[in-house]
């Protein structure tokens, strides 16, 4: 997608293109982030004040500050030490696989964030590919269908893990509580792990949604979550991300949270005291404000794009409770069509659905990202055409 649109720029040095398939934040940063980063770097510079080595799991200020706000105030019952700080939500969705059996069961959404397949993979698990269909014989897809909102079902076979991904990436869909419950419940049923991402949490502001599974009563017993400051705070490029591992989490007599901490100590040397005080100056009065402001302005223009998708004539879906808006594209036409449709005719950059699994097929990603004049450049755009 990248390369067609930088192919198409270079061919059309003119055209001012609008790009809508980004999933990196626009910064800047929060000032009371960038200033507490500042000033860990000026602790650093002075021998009396010097850090090395932090600890694996992470300084217990950050650990601290995320179980107070993230998890205890929304009764969500997770301590500072079931929390493991990290770099980010991508390495330890990949990392995660190191505690399970090789030949444990993965189900993943369809359609689905690629990092989760693409982890299944080097890990061995998800079988052969087959190009015709798009899929891998070791893999359970779990359809998502509009009518709920674009969150699976329980399967009625077991499997061993499952990776749940609200407000998703890329369909822009949320989880009820009841659809969460009837994870959890499947999930204590049968034995399965919930590998729950919730990297676009802070999009849930002001929802009724749950914005971690462990406000879901018996998720203790059997579900992991990711977190991470890349979306929530602007942390892309900075890099902050932690893992919850509930202590009553055990598979086969071993304890989750002891074998990941483990995991962590052997293969990991703890993310940068920097980084850590910029995440925790994201839990101050004021940081919260504006770290508030910046995702606030996010869903606006998210708000922005599905009005205008709509206004364009597609039917789409998201946009209120995460930046991506999710769009059927015309009859008669493919992922792939409609989007070099939308680069060549309205110079509008977008991401083929079909990229997300095959059930992506006939959809296509919008991102907010971008920033509201993006968008509304874009929507305009998107009327004419
Ligand atoms: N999870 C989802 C669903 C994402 O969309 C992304 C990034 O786009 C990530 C995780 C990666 O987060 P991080 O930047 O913390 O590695």
Known sequence: MARRAAAYQREHPDVRLLRLGVGDV???LAPAVVEAMAA?????GRAETFRGYGPEQGYLFLREAMAREDFQARGAE???EEICVSDGAKS???NIGDLFAPESRVAVCDPVYPAYVDAAVLAGRAGTYDPATGRWSGLVYLPCRPEDGFMPRPPEEPVDLVWLCSPNNPTGGAATRGQLQAWVDYANDCGAVLLFDAAYE??????DRPRSIF???GARRCAIEFRSFSKTAGFT???CGAVAIPSELVREGQSLLS???RRQSVRYNGNSYIAQRGAAAAYTPEGRRQVRANVAACRRAARLLLEGAEAAGLTAYGGTCAPYVWARVPAGMTSWSFFDLLLREAGVVATPGSGFGPGGEGYIRFSAFGGEETVRAAVERLRRL
């Not at 860990?40 to 650093?44: D, G």
């Open 26 to 28: 626009k910064g800047p």
């Open 259 to 261: 074998l990941w901490r």
């Open 215 to 217: 406000e879901v009563p």
């Open 40 to 44: 860990a770097v000026a602790e650093l």
């Open 92 to 94: 330890d969705c990949g």
């Open 78 to 80: 997770i301590g500072p």
């Open 202 to 207: 802070a999009f849930l502001d002001g929802t």
């Open 237 to 239: 490029g900075v890099r």
